[in-house]
């Protein structure tokens, strides 16, 4: 099993910042693809950014690229989600989720279904 718990949302004025944290506990987590995805209500859950078990390739939603940046410290079993220039659209509870492989790749790491543990979730607000 693997235990993820999220932190680090909040309210924040549309261009400003945040970073999102995903602190693991349970099997090996530093053999295991990681991701993001978010929630806004009334909507569906989509993929956010993932990366793999090294960090070594990072993959993103056209939405967010260029602003969002995935990465993680395996010696501390945990993910981030910097997140920058944001805006009252990326309003959102965002949720960690890892899943029970060490593959990935684009089209694998954006489906939800691939993903087999999952946080409760960080909201995040972005007034304008």
């Known amino acids: 099993q693997v235990q993820l718990v999220e932190s680090g949302g909040g309210l924040v004025q549309a261009g400003g910042s945040l970073r999102l944290s995903c602190a693991t506990s349970?099997?090996?987590?530093?053999?295991?693809?990681m991701g993001w995805f978010r929630q806004a209500p009334g909507k569906e859950r989509e993929f956010v950014a993932a990366?793999?078990?090294?960090?070594?390739?990072?993959f993103y939603a056209d939405s967010v690229k260029g602003r969002f940046t995935i990465s993680r410290d395996n010696a501390k079993n945990t993910v981030y989600l910097q997140v920058n220039s944001l805006t009252p659209e990326d309003t959102a509870v965002y949720y960690c989720?890892?899943?029970?492989?060490?593959?990935?790749?684009?089209?694998?790491?954006?489906?939800?279904?691939?993903?087999?543990?999952w946080g409760q979730g960080t909201q995040v607000t972005v007034s304008s």
């Open positions: 990366t793999t078990w090294s960090g070594d390739r990072t």
């Open positions: 349970g099997r090996t987590f530093s053999s295991l693809t």
């Open positions: 989720a890892a899943t029970k492989s060490t593959y990935a790749s684009a089209t694998y790491c954006r489906s939800s279904s691939n993903y087999a543990y």
